[in-house]
């Protein structure tokens, strides 16, 4: 490594589907500063948009070392593989220019400095099951989370939280993490830097906090206010499509009815016949005072997928809540009027959002919903609308959520901040009357 400047290169696995796998790879520029370590602004070095890097070969292989699937590119850093097997777990591995992407020497922030790796990557992936597969599934979910592990506390709860998801994908069978929206608040100048904008904004937000979850979980992502136009005078929604590879990964899926991203970000995730995840955009729209799931082509798309979805399970999320205790924002009245009478209508269970920074659990006739908005950001103030969002439990604690679905329930445990060397251990909630619960939330199918 050079005495002030390196470059440090990443791999992504982007997504996967029943027989595909995207896989991107790229890195960031580092420079030596008196305040430590930052990714400096040198143009696109990672994303949709970056130059290509070379000559590039992206081999998938089965569990004997066959080659199962081949993609050569030299017109981008991304690529999809296809022609794999449903539910089935392989390797891995890009080469550019005939070496291996990311094999040497590699380096980890530390707190003012740059320290040897401290793992090796996990260039695995499992495709999702088939349709009609009912394929048991688990996964992490975390919301409000892109604050940069260097800004402060907030960075220390988001390092935190993130060392608990590493912990948790290394004891579980985690399949890919569902991002609660807020993805990115700022840029490496800490709060006042209100940007996300900038290749380099991404690197301590995003990249090398979940650098060993992304080499081999997919993350799908829901876009939060933070991330658009409605907090920020910065629309970071361009760099979010390019560093998560949007539009390749749900283009394809817009064509074929599964994804409606102009405008918005809407998409379902269908995994076997157990599980399908929607992700609806709850920003603002173009005209203020409207949000994206208020314009008819997106409605429309909406009405379809939920109408048409045969799975066990049915699962909107979405960034912000449709019930909310607060403190800080109250239930979303649009939500309550436009959206949660379709869920109901179609047997939606349960709904998953963040935005609102602490834990909460309720239940609203036969609808529950987990807001999850600490994984970074915390509010540590008391929640103070319980009865009227139906609140049956909720915490100020940073965490993450680690979701099973199984036929017969759906359980999400939130799990909290993880100390260096620990064991990850579940969050002590709050029921309303004043007494503590560690149990598991449990949805029960009927």
């Known amino acids: 490594m050079g005495a002030h400047t390196h470059f440090e290169p990443y791999v992504q696995l982007v997504d996967v589907t029943d027989e595909a796998a995207l896989i991107a790879w790229g890195g960031f520029h580092l420079g030596e500063h008196a305040g430590g370590w930052r990714a400096e602004r040198t143009g696109e070095t990672f994303g949709a948009r970056s130059e290509p890097r070379g000559r590039a070969v992206v081999e998938v292989v089965d569990g004997d070392g066959v080659i199962v699937g081949r993609t050569v590119t030299d017109e981008a850093n991304h690529a999809w593989v296809k022609g794999l097997r449903p539910a089935t777990t392989y390797r891995y591995r890009v080469l550019v220019d005939g070496e291996p992407w990311g094999a040497g020497e590699r380096f980890d922030w530390a707190p003012g400095t740059l320290g040897a790796a401290w793992r090796p990557l996990d260039q695995r992936l499992r495709t999702h099951a088939g349709g009609s597969q009912p394929d048991p599934v688990t996964f992490?979910?975390?919301?409000?989370?892109?604050v940069g592990i260097a800004s402060g506390a907030d960075g220390m709860r988001q390092?935190?939280?993130?060392?608990?998801?590493?912990?948790l994908a290394d004891a579980f069978d985690i399949r890919f993490v569902v991002g609660l929206g807020d993805s990115i608040y700022h840029g490496p100048g800490g709060p006042q830097d209100a940007t996300g904008a900038f290749d380099e904004d991404w690197w301590l937000t995003f990249f090398q906090p979940y650098r060993y979850l992304f080499d081999h979980l997919p993350f799908y992502p829901t876009a939060g206010n933070h991330d658009s136009s409605d907090t920020e005078a910065s629309?970071?929604?361009?760099?979010?499509?390019?560093?998560?590879?949007?539009?390749s990964r749900f283009g394809p899926?817009?064509?074929?009815?599964?994804?409606?991203?102009?405008?918005?970000?809407?998409?379902?995730?269908?995994?076997?016949?157990?599980?399908?995840?929607?992700?609806?955009?709850?920003?603002?729209?173009?005209?203020?005072g409207l949000h994206w799931f208020d314009e008819p082509g997106q409605?429309?798309?909406l009405e379809r997928t939920l109408a048409s979805s045969d799975a066990v399970w049915q699962v909107p999320f979405s960034h912000h809540p449709a019930y909310c205790a607060g403190p800080n924002h109250e239930s979303m009245p649009e939500q309550l009027q436009r959206l949660v009478p379709l869920y109901r209508r179609h047997g939606v269970r349960l709904l998953l959002h963040g935005h609102e920074h602490n834990f909460q659990h309720g239940q609203v006739d036969e609808l529950q919903y987990v807001v999850s908005g600490a994984g970074g950001k915390l509010d540590e103030r008391t929640p103070v609308g319980l009865a009227e969002a139906g609140t049956l439990s909720w915490a100020a604690v940073p965490h993450c959520l680690l979701v099973h679905v199984t036929p017969d329930r759906l359980v999400v445990i939130p799990y909290g901040p993880t100390p260096p060397g620990a064991t990850p251990v579940p969050v002590a909630r709050r029921r309303p009357d004043g007494t503590v619960t560690h149990e598991p939330i449990t949805v029960p199918l009927h």
């Open 253 to 288: 899926r817009e064509e074929a009815g599964r994804a409606s991203i102009d405008p918005g970000l809407f998409y379902r995730l269908r995994v076997g016949s157990l599980l399908e995840l929607v992700c609806v955009d709850t920003t603002w729209g173009a005209e203020r």
């Open 159 to 167: 390092l935190a939280v993130a060392r608990t998801m590493q912990r």
């Open 235 to 247: 629309d970071d929604r361009e760099q979010l499509e390019d560093n998560l590879y949007l539009r």
């Open 140 to 146: 992490l979910a975390v919301g409000d989370f892109g």
């Open 299 to 301: 409605r429309g798309w």
